[in-house]
Nanobody, 121 residues
Framework: VQLQASGGGLVQPGGSLRLSCAASGRTFSSYHMGWFRQAPGKEREFVATISWGAGSTRYADSLKGRFTISRDNAKNTMYLQMNSLKPEDTAVYYC???????????????WGQGTQVTVSS
């Protein structure tokens, strides 16, 4: 499966963005999906994950209540709604697909190219 992340941009603190991850191929619904982010000089970190049927989601503890992950298997697309954004949310956001519902990035098999999110006034 090929993944294409989009929706990033520059937003003021307290603002919102919705990221999308479009998948090609006919097997999107077979994969668990995840969002990760990487800030300059830092390791890639887990943001959220969603099971293949959207019945299970997990979030990084620091992001609970502000970020919401969802997916539409009919559209082969996953989303990340980000609210109340903070400067520390600035990073490149990556979407990923895998067969294990897990928070560690090394277990994901396919990755999108990333989309830049910058939170600044």
């Amino acid at each position: 499966v090929q993944l294409q992340a989009s929706g990033g941009g520059l937003v003021q603190p307290g603002g919102s963005l919705r990221l999308s991850c479009a998948a090609s191929g006919r097997t999107f619904s077979s994969y668990h999906m995840g969002w990760f982010r990487q800030a300059p000089g830092k390791e890639r970190e887990f943001v959220a994950t969603i099971s293949w049927g959207a019945g299970s989601t997990r979030y990084a503890d620091s992001l609970k209540g502000r970020f919401t992950i969802s997916r539409d298997n009919a559209k082969n697309t996953m989303y990340l709604q980000m609210n109340s954004l903070k400067p520390e949310d600035t990073a490149v956001y990556y979407c990923a697909a895998g067969v294990v519902l897990i928070t560690e990035p090394q277990y994901y098999d396919y990755w999108g190219q990333g989309t830049q999110v910058t939170v600044s006034s």
